[in-house]
């Protein structure tokens, strides 16, 4: 299995240890393309356009997508528009912290499977069920 992983990057690294704890786990299943994502720093030598459409193919090439959405991120939104488009399965998960809710565009979408949890053990468990279905 081909998995896509989303979380912030320009939007904010806050939660990138918990990015690569959710990579490891999903390695478990398959194949993270992303594995990026949870690295401590990302590497810049790249040009946009580069990054765009490198992202895009790991998304046409993904069986799944799974994106963490407690952090606003203009990029993870585009990129679960177009896996929406793909007709991709997608998994959006999310803390509420700080008064801030996700996205009602995100968590009203009927096209993605959106659910809150507390801390690590508890997204892996929805990510089991999810992968499982």
Not at 58 to 81: M, N
Not at 94 to 101: A, E, L, P, V, W
Request: charged share 25%; proline share 2%; with cysteine.
């Amino acid at each position: 299995m081909k998995i896509y992983f989303s979380g912030s990057i320009r939007g904010g690294r806050q939660d990138a240890e918990l990015y690569a704890q959710l990579i490891d786990f999903l390695k478990s299943f398959g194949t993270v393309l992303t594995e990026h994502i949870g690295y401590a720093s990302i590497d810049d030598s790249k040009t946009d356009r580069e990054i765009h459409d490198e992202d895009v193919q790991w998304l046409t090439d993904s069986d799944i997508v799974i994106a963490e959405v407690t952090t606003p991120s203009l990029g993870v939104g585009y990129e679960i528009g177009r896996a929406v488009e793909m007709k991709k399965r997608i998994l959006c998960l999310y803390r509420t912290s700080n008064g801030k809710n996700v996205s009602a565009m995100i968590n009203g979408s009927p096209h993605l499977s959106c659910f809150e949890y507390k801390n690590i053990d508890e997204a892996k468990r929805i990510i089991s069920k999810f992968i499982s279905e």
